[in-house]
């Protein structure tokens, strides 16, 4: 995947401390822009994407030629209007998208770096792109926003950045990742590392890819972004393409065949070992464990407007997740709003078209943006 052409990149010269005791300098970000920034530069908005996104939120993707992951959100007159602000999301350290991930040449070896990349959090990916804030002489952001891994780097940038963001929109999101969730990303680790073709993740030197494990990672997560009853109605137990059971192991049912896609168009874009570190970064992410236990004190700081959206049958990240960060907003009088809206689309519904949502997003941000 050549992904330098089309691609703005920012080569962080900051040094920035790891979590996991490391520090890297002179890294790349990569990042992309829409709209304008006005004289005061007052109206910018940091979106922060989740676990397989990149910086590439609307239009076309220059680099799979496919939509932008939130074109349905983001653009000229709707809920993150492109008129009004000037929207930058950042590929995240340790993705595969242009911004330091494992697929980077480590100068040491000659090598991609694989699995000698460092382990990073949530904490690292934030604390690697408020660099982006330097370098556009952005003061205040009008807004951070983010759904589900997106979310949690809204709630770690508010409290490691208290007074850099007017408003928050964390959506379908946790302040720590439930062992349930562990558990599934776990899943997909293993099916990534029991693929042969991993070779301890120095496959990019052979020239391959663990393409059938990492195939196996995404229908596992698929499975969990979607709901009970949206599958019902959308598959059920139709069968695929055929009248009658093959008495096999084929593709019989249609969700098999769809899962089936949506693992093999997954491997042609996504790289397998930064599947496993950005996983990693969600896992560790415990913002009451960084405050002992406390996260009302993760924002203490803050005097920013908070907006929590969840969705009703999003069982990934339940509404109830997304209600405990409220309550820990509400112990300190922060400002927070808070709205469950109705969908069977499970924990996709933010990325979807869903009308609720998406007008209960721009009326919090264009009332925001007059105050």
């Known amino acids: 995947m050549n ?13 920035l401390k790891l979590d996991c005791g490391q520090t890297i300098n002179e890294f790349p970000l990569a990042y992309e822009t829409y709209g304008s920034l006005n004289k005061d530069k007052s109206n910018a908005i940091l979106v922060f994407h989740a676990l397989t996104g990149d910086q590439f939120v609307t239009g076309k993707n220059p680099i799979t030629n496919k939509d932008g992951w939130w074109s349905y959100a983001v653009g000229p007159n709707k809920s993150i209007d492109t008129n009004k602000y000037f929207i930058i999301c950042a590929n995240v350290i340790g ?37 982006l804030l330097d370098h556009f002489g952005i003061k205040k952001l009008f807004s951070v926003v983010g759904g589900s891994m997106g979310g949690m780097q809204v709630l770690q940038f508010v409290s490691n950045f208290p007074d850099k963001t007017k408003t928050a929109v964390p959506i379908a999101c946790t302040a720590s990742h439930s062992a349930q969730n562990i558990a599934f990303n776990e899943l997909g680790r293993q099916a990534i590392t029991a693929d042969h073709n991993w070779s301890k993740g120095e496959y990019s030197s052979n020239n391959t890819i663990p393409d059938k494990g990492l195939a196996v990672a995404r229908m596992a997560a698929h499975i969990t972004y979607l709901s009970k009853k949206g599958l019902q109605e959308k598959f059920g137990r139709k069968l695929q393409e055929r009248d009658d059971l093959k008495f096999g192991f084929d593709a019989d049912f249609q969700i098999e065949s769809y899962l089936r896609y949506q693992g093999s168009v997954f491997v042609d874009r996504f790289d397998a070992n930064s599947y496993l570190y950005i996983t990693r970064a969600m896992d560790y992410f415990d913002l009451a464990k960084q405050f002992k236990g406390n996260l009302s004190n993760a924002f203490i700081k803050t005097n920013a407007k ?39 689309k499970g924990h996709d519904s933010f990325l979807l078209d869903v009308p609720d949502f998406l007008s209960a997003l721009k009326n919090f941000l264009d009332q925001s943006y007059k105050e």
Do not use: R
């Open 95 to 131: 993705g595969c998208m242009g911004s330091f991930g494992p697929s980077h040449k480590n100068p040491k070896t000659n090598k991609s770096y694989g699995t000698d990349f460092p382990v990073i959090t949530i904490n690292d990916i934030v604390n690697a792109q408020v660099n």
């Open 306 to 344: 908070f907006f929590v959206i969840s969705f009703t049958s999003d069982w990934l990240y339940p509404t109830q997740e997304n209600k405990d960060i409220v309550i820990a907003l509400n112990a300190i009088g922060a400002n927070v709003g808070f709205v469950e809206i109705e969908s069977d």
């Open 3 to 15: 992904v330098k052409e089309n691609i703005k990149t920012l080569i962080v010269d900051k040094p």
